[in-house]
Structure formats: structure tokens, C-alpha cells
């Protein structure tokens, strides 16, 4: 199945690193958060991506088109029309990546209409490229698959804005969480699985978005179904979120990293 990953947003309250680069490029251990997001579905086997790019997108396409010659050993010959050679490829190399302009201010139901005709398999993944997982995508797919809707969205618990404490009889702190899972309902997590007939809800115009119209149509006809994961998610909108993602990579406690 083809992963579509929306890379166009500007990640305004990210500013500091955003002005420079694209908030799908910010680097937690290291490695764009894009990076981690495609590595995640490239364990589970799905190795063919489209990104919706926007906002400076020439950064993007120059970081992977770069990363052959950096990420692997090669020989090059003074002929230039003589290809590189390259030797001891990383696991990285079994990426089809698909790079489409579509436009700077373009909304997400835009993003997605158009790539359409980039999309060749009848069901698809697509999500942001700003959060991280470690929903079963195997899992995600046969739910989909299983109910025939038109889509299928990962539902998760929003993570708490602060820590939690757990405290003994005695006022004793017997645990300090920096941050938890809160236990109240639902929300998108951005992780879904898409039948190709969600792009006759979708528009070209760039005003056309994806979860204020069109997502709320669906789930008008019942053909939206939601697949509830309760593990960890954690999306990337400031900071504080980056710096709690990088803390996990840094310390070997990222959930998502399954590599």
C-alpha cells in the first residue's frame, strides 16, 4: 500500500527551527521526524511513499536526494555520464519516494487531491509529518479492510499537558511521569487508512481541507470507522513536544522505534 505523508505546513509555534526548515525536517535523535515517521511504516513492509510537500519543499527533496550519497559508500567515475556505484546500501534504499509540490498554502483535502493520480493502490495510508506512533499498522489495515468504509482513522488518548505523580498514603512520591497518557476520550491521531473514493470529496482549490467537510461528511454517512489505539502517541507542535520526543530517542525509550 502506498503511504501519503503531508509535509506542507509552515509549524508556526516551532518557529525557532522552522524558519529554516520544514517542521517535517526537525531532527529528534538525529534524524528528521519524517525520517522516524517513514522508517515506522517501513517496518511493517510499506516502503512506497508520496509526500505532499509545501512550505519549503526544496528541503525536503534535497535532504533525501543527498542522503544516497551520505547514508552509503560509493565510487563515482570523472565520466560524468557514468552513474555512481554504490556499496553496503542501508535498509533506508528499498524507499520509492515521491516528491509533489503542492503548493505553499494549499489546506490538507488540496494536499491529498493533488496526488491523486500518484496513488496506485485502491487503499492507502496517510498521515502528518508531525507525529509519532506505535500503532499496529498491520492491525490498522485489516480493521480497514475488514469494514469496507471509505476511512479509517487511528483514535488515541491525548497526552497529558503535564506530568503525574503517584503519592503514597504517607505523601510519599512513589512516581514521577514527565508525561502520561490522560484517561479521557478520543481523538484523531493521524494515522489512517483511506479507500481512493475519498478523493471524490476532495478539491483541487486550495481552501478545500480534510477533517473540517470532508471527514465530517463521512462520519454523517457512517462510512468513517475509528480504530482505537491505546499505546503511544505523541504529535510534535512545539518545544516542549520535540524535546519530550528526542528525550525518549536519547534515552532508548522511543516506542515507535521497532528497527
Excluded at 544516497?68 to 570523472?78: K, L, V
Excluded at 496526488?115 to 499496529?136: A, M, P, R, W
Excluded at 479507500?195 to 457512517?222: R, S, V, W
Aim: charge should be neutral.
Amino acid at each position: 500500500m502506498d503511504v501519503v505523508i503531508l509535509c506542507g505546513g509552515k509549524g508556526t509555534r516551532l518557529s525557532e527551527e522552522t524558519t529554516i526548515k520544514p517542521k517535517p525536517m526537525v531532527e529528534i535523535g538525529g534524524k528528521p521526524i519524517l525520517w522516524h515517521i517513514m522508517k515506522y511504516y517501513s517496518s511493517f513492509g510499506f516502503n512506497n511513499f508520496i509526500l505532499a510537500l509545501g512550505y519549503k519543499s526544496s528541503y525536503i527533496k534535497e535532504y533525501f536526494y543527498n542522503n544516497r550519497f551520505s547514508q552509503n559508500d560509493f565510487t563515482i567515475n570523472s565520466n560524468p555520464t557514468i552513474e555512481p556505484q554504490f556499496h553496503n546500501l542501508s535498509e533506508d534504499n528499498k524507499w520509492n519516494i515521491t516528491f509533489i509540490d503542492t503548493g505553499l498554502e494549499t489546506l490538507k483535502g488540496a494536499r491529498i487531491k493533488r496526488i491523486e493520480k500518484y496513488v496506485k493502490t485502491e487503499n492507502f495510508h496517510l498521515t502528518y509529518g508531525d507525529g509519532l506512533s506505535n500503532v499496529d499498522l498491520k492491525k490498522l489495515v485489516e480493521f480497514h479492510i475488514e469494514h469496507k468504509k471509505t476511512a479509517t482513522v487511528s483514535a488515541v488518548r491525548p497526552p497529558s499537558r503535564f506530568g503525574e505523580m503517584t503519592i503514597n498514603s504517607n505523601n510519599v512520591v512513589e512516581d514521577f511521569e514527565e508525561k502520561s497518557q490522560m484517561n479521557t476520550g478520543y481523538i484523531n491521531g493521524g494515522f489512517f487508512v483511506l479507500n481512493k473514493g475519498i478523493m471524490d470529496l476532495l478539491d483541487t482549490d486550495p481552501m478545500c481541507d480534510f477533517e473540517f467537510g470532508p471527514m465530517q461528511e463521512l462520519a454523517k454517512n457512517k462510512k468513517l470507522m475509528a480504530f482505537r489505539h491505546n499505546g503511544f502517541w505523541q504529535c510534535m507542535d512545539n518545544v516542549r513536544e520535540r524535546d519530550f520526543l528526542n528525550s525518549l530517542v536519547t534515552k532508548n525509550k522511543a516506542p515507535w522505534i521497532k528497527w
